[in-house]
C-alpha cells in the first residue's frame, strides 16, 4: 500500500509503532539463553555473545544507503519494497582486521538489505545494478555487521 506522503520524490510509509509486553521479551530472551545460549557455550567451549549493539547514527546511515542506491537504480522503488535482512552468522576462529580477535567463534548478525519483487524479497546489492545473486560474486556489497558484541564488550547495560 502507497503512502500519500513523499519525501525526496520517494514514496513514504506512514510511522507505525511496534510494542511488545516486556514479559514476553523477557521470556524470549531466556529462552533462546537457556536453550541455544548455552548449547553453544557447553559444546563449543566459548562464552558466546548474547547480544549485538548498534548506535542509532549508525542504523540510520545504512538505511539511508540503502534509500538512496535503491533510488539510483530504481527511482520508482517505494520504501514498502525494501528491507533488512538479518542473517546469524559466527566470526571465524581467526578474525581479520577490523574485527577484534575475542570476537573469534561468536556469533554475529549480517544485516543485508531486501527488495521484493513480485510479492518476494530478495537479498539485493544497490551496489549493483543486477541488484541479486548477492552472494554468488565476489563482490563488495552493502552490508552492516559491526557492532558491539555482549559478551565480550561490557560497555553496554543489559536490560534483558
Given at each position: 500500500m502507497?503512502?500519500?506522503s513523499?519525501?525526496?520524490g520517494r514514496e513514504k510509509t506512514p510511522p507505525m509503532i511496534s510494542l511488545l509486553p516486556t514479559t514476553l521479551i523477557q521470556s524470549l530472551v531466556d529462552n533462546y539463553h537457556n536453550n541455544q545460549l548455552s548449547f553453544i557455550n557447553e559444546n563449543l567451549s566459548i562464552e558466546d555473545a548474547n547480544s549485538i549493539w548498534f548506535d542509532l547514527p549508525t542504523l540510520k546511515s545504512f538505511i539511508e544507503d540503502i534509500e538512496e542506491q535503491a533510488a539510483i537504480i530504481d527511482p520508482t522503488v517505494t520504501d514498502a519494497d525494501l528491507g533488512i535482512r538479518?542473517?546469524?552468522?559466527?566470526?571465524?576462529?581467526?578474525?581479520?582486521?577490523?574485527?577484534p580477535s575475542d570476537y573469534a567463534l561468536r556469533h554475529t548478525l549480517v544485516m543485508i538489505p531486501t527488495k521484493k519483487e513480485d510479492g518476494l524479497n530478495y537479498d539485493f546489492n544497490p551496489c549493483e545494478e543486477e541488484g541479486k545473486s548477492l552472494a554468488i560474486r565476489p563482490v563488495m556489497a552493502l552490508a552492516q555487521n559491526h557492532g558491539s558484541l555482549v559478551p565480550p564488550d561490557?560497555?553496554?547495560?543489559e536490560t534483558y
Open positions: 502507497k503512502s500519500e513523499k519525501e525526496n538479518f542473517y546469524y552468522a559466527a566470526y571465524p576462529e581467526f578474525p581479520e582486521a577490523p574485527v561490557t560497555s553496554t547495560v
